[in-house]
């Protein structure tokens, strides 16, 4: 079965640094999102993208964050200058349509 | 703005008995998930429910949407203890959103020999 593949599954940063979290999503699929989870709380929403823009984001996804489709397989967020609070699990998906998810693996993001 | 709640937020549960979660949404919305999340693990779909009256049944789970109550329940029958997870149940925005899904704060349950 396709999967949603994430890279890496842990990531430890210090504070101020910048992080790229690189997903690889179903390759006929057309919608991405990365959603995140802060440790033993609820999905958020960060951002959709569909045809190579940002189709809708989150009050969350602010001036630090961006994405990017480089080469038309990997899909890319990009956290600038990170936080303490920015530690958590992010999760990649991806659909054919606006019906049907798959979730990455998630990357664990630790900020120290 | 469109707002998810769930209860109960935690369920310890025997082995053999049956349970109900429970989902309510804020607004109208056109599509509801319930997903299974394992311990350090990712989202895993188990039910897609699209219309009114919907109902979805795989192994001892099933669900159901009442769009008018804007309610879905998920009832588990018979609980063995390879259920124990955190189930989500997450909604879509009616109208054009581009897909995203706006989560519930999860159930997690315990199933006890």
């Known amino acids: 079965e396709p999967e949603v593949t994430q890279t890496p599954s842990h990531q430890v940063t210090q504070m101020g640094q910048e992080v790229i979290l690189r997903c690889v999503p179903i390759?006929?699929?057309?919608?991405f999102y990365w959603y995140r989870q802060i440790l033993g709380q609820k999905v958020e929403f960060l951002v959709s993208f569909y045809n190579n823009e940002i189709s809708e984001k989150s009050e969350i996804f602010d001036d630090q964050f961006s994405v990017e489709r480089p080469d038309g397989s990997n899909f890319t967020l990009k956290i600038r200058s990170t936080k303490l609070e920015d530690s958590a699990m992010y999760f990649c998906?991806?659909?054919?349509?606006?019906?049907?998810?798959?979730f990455g693996s998630g990357t664990r993001l630790t900020v120290v | 703005e469109l707002k998810v709640e769930q209860n109960p937020l935690f369920l310890s549960m025997q082995e053999g008995k049956n349970y109900t979660i429970y989902c309510n949404y804020s607004?109208?919305?056109?599509?509801l998930y319930w997903y299974r999340q394992d311990p350090g693990k990712s989202l895993e779909s188990l039910f897609v429910?699209?219309?009114?009256?919907a109902v979805k049944q795989e192994g001892r789970l099933m669900a159901s949407l009442d769009t008018k109550a804007r309610l879905s329940t998920l009832h588990i029958t018979a609980a063995v203890h390879d259920l124990s997870a955190t189930y989500f149940c997450?909604?879509?925005?009616?109208?054009?959103?581009?897909?995203?899904?706006?989560f519930g704060k999860g159930t997690k349950l315990s199933v006890k020999p």
């Open positions: 997450a909604v879509g925005s009616e109208g054009g959103s581009q897909g995203n899904l706006i």
């Open positions: 390759s006929n699929h057309l919608y």
């Open positions: 998906a991806s659909s054919m349509t606006l019906y049907g998810y798959t």
């Open positions: 607004t109208t919305s056109d599509r």
């Open positions: 429910l699209l219309s009114n009256g």
